[in-house]
C-alpha cells in the first residue's frame, strides 16, 4: 500500500516494487489501471503511467507488446532482490515440514540430504543442487552386482551413510546368473559379512577375486582421490512448469547449467567463499549460462561446527518469490548446519573438504576419537 504523502522518489520505488510483486503473483504485463487497483489507488493511472515510462527509460521495466502492460527487467529484479534480502518471509507451515524432515538423525547422512533437497525442491517450485563435503568412517555395508550384458558387470558398493558408488567392471570371460549370485556372496563374505562360498571351478573362484580386488580397489582410490565437490541436483522437472520456461530454447539453457557439474561448483564455490546467501539474476550468471537468460540463482552456505562445507542453490526463472525463497534457503541452511553438527559429535564422525593434492581431513571435535582408517571395507568394531 502506498502512503499518501510519500517523497517523488520513494513514489518511483513503490511503483516499481508494487509492480513487481503483481507481476510474481501474475506472471502478466502490469498495466497502470490494474497496479492502481492493488494499493495504489492515491495515484491516478496517469500519474502512474508516468512513474513507468521513466522506470522503463532508466532499464527496470520493459512493454513486451505496444499499448500493453509493463514487466521487470533482469535489473528491476536486482533492486528487489538487493532491497528485500535482509527482510526475508518464511511461511510457518513450510518452516515446519523442514523441520520434520531434518529430525531425523541416524548415520545415514546422504539419504538424509538428498530428502532434505527433494523437499527444498518441492517447497520453492525450483531446481536444487547442493555441493558436499566427504564423511570418513563410512563402512561398506551391501554389495549388489548387475550383469549388463555377458562380458560386462555393474558393481553397487552401498554405504552405512547411504552413499551409493558404482563401477563397471570388464570381463574376462562369459558369466551367467548362477555366477553373479555366488560373487555377491563372495564380497560379503570378504567384507566379513557372510559365509564363506565354494565355487564349483576353481576359473571361477579365481574370476570372483579379481573382480573383488578391481571393485574395491576403485572404491578406495575414488573416495580418497576427493578434488571435486560431490553434486547433488533435483528438481529438474520442476522448471518445465514456469511459462517462461515453455520455449525449448529457454529451458535449455538453465538445464545446460545443471548438466555441467563444474559451473554449478563455481556457483557454490562463491558463495562458499562469500559466507552469505548470494543471488545471480540473468547475465549476471554469464558465462554459466548464455546471454539473456530468464534464470536466477539463489544460493547460501552451510556449515559443520561453525565451518562452512559446502553451499545449497536453487534454480528458477527470473519471475521467483525472492523474498519467501531468502527465508526458505536461510531456514533450510540452518537447518541443515545444526542436524549434521549434531549427527558428527553423536557419531564421532569426521568430514573432508576438495583440495588441490587430494584431500585434507577436518575433525569436527579435538576431543572426537579418529579411527586408524578412515575408509574401511569392513568394520571390525562390530
Request: charged residues 25%.
Amino acid at each position: 500500500m502506498l502512503p499518501k504523502k510519500l517523497p517523488k522518489n520513494d513514489r518511483e520505488q513503490a511503483v516499481l516494487f508494487g509492480l513487481i510483486d503483481l507481476y510474481l503473483k501474475s506472471g502478466k504485463p502490469i498495466g497502470s489501471q490494474t497496479l492502481q487497483e492493488n494499493g495504489f489507488e492515491s495515484l491516478s493511472s496517469a500519474t502512474i503511467r508516468n512513474y513507468f515510462a521513466k522506470l522503463e527509460s532508466m532499464g527496470y521495466l520493459k512493454q513486451p507488446h505496444t499499448s500493453g502492460g509493463r514487466i521487470p527487467t533482469a535489473k528491476a529484479f536486482r533492486f528487489y532482490a538487493d532491497t528485500f534480502q535482509d527482510q526475508a518471509i518464511l511461511d510457518a507451515t513450510n518452516e515446519a515440514i523442514l523441520e520434520e524432515v531434518f529430525r531425523k538423525k541416524g548415520k545415514e547422512i546422504a539419504p538424509l540430504i538428498h530428502q532434505a533437497s527433494e523437499m527444498l525442491s518441492k517447497l520453492s517450485k525450483c531446481a536444487v543442487f547442493i555441493s558436499m563435503p566427504r564423511f570418513d568412517q563410512d563402512f561398506i555395508q551391501d554389495v549388489k552386482l548387475v550383469p549388463l550384458d555377458p562380458m560386462r558387470l555393474l558393481t553397487i558398493i552401498m554405504t552405512d551413510f547411504g552413499m551409493i558408488r558404482t563401477e563397471t567392471i570388464y570381463l574376462e570371460q562369459e558369466v551367467d546368473d548362477v555366477f553373479i549370485k555366488q560373487c555377491e556372496k563372495y564380497f560379503l563374505w570378504r567384507l566379513n559379512k557372510g559365509e564363506n562360498v565354494t565355487f564349483e571351478r576353481d576359473m571361477h573362484a579365481k574370476q570372483a577375486q579379481r573382480i573383488y580386488n578391481e571393485a574395491m580397489v576403485r572404491h578406495v582410490v575414488g573416495y580418497l582421490n576427493f578434488s571435486t565437490e560431490e553434486i547433488l541436483r533435483c528438481g529438474v522437472s520442476k522448471l518445465l512448469a514456469y511459462p517462461e520456461f515453455s520455449d525449448a530454447s529457454a529451458v535449455v539453457n538453465s538445464l545446460a547449467l545443471l548438466e555441467n557439474e563444474e559451473q554449478m561448483r563455481a556457483i557454490l564455490r562463491e558463495c562458499s567463499r562469500k559466507t552469505a546467501l548470494t543471488c545471480w539474476i540473468g547475465d549476471e550468471l554469464c558465462p554459466h549460462v548464455a546471454p539473456g537468460a530468464d534464470t536466477a540463482v539463489i544460493a547460501i552456505p552451510y556449515r559443520i561446527n561453525q565451518m562452512v562445507v559446502g553451499s545449497v542453490a536453487l534454480i528458477g526463472p527470473l519471475r521467483i518469490p525472492y523474498r519467501e525463497l531468502f527465508g526458505l534457503l536461510r531456514n533450510f541452511s540452518e537447518l541443515i548446519s545444526a542436524t549434521l553438527t549434531d549427527i558428527l559429535y553423536k557419531h564421532k564422525i569426521t568430514f573432508r573438504q576438495p583440495t588441490a593434492s587430494g584431500a585434507q581431513r577436518i575433525e569436527c571435535s579435538n576431543d572426537m576419537v579418529q579411527a586408524n582408517r578412515s575408509i574401511l571395507l569392513e568394520d571390525k568394531t562390530r
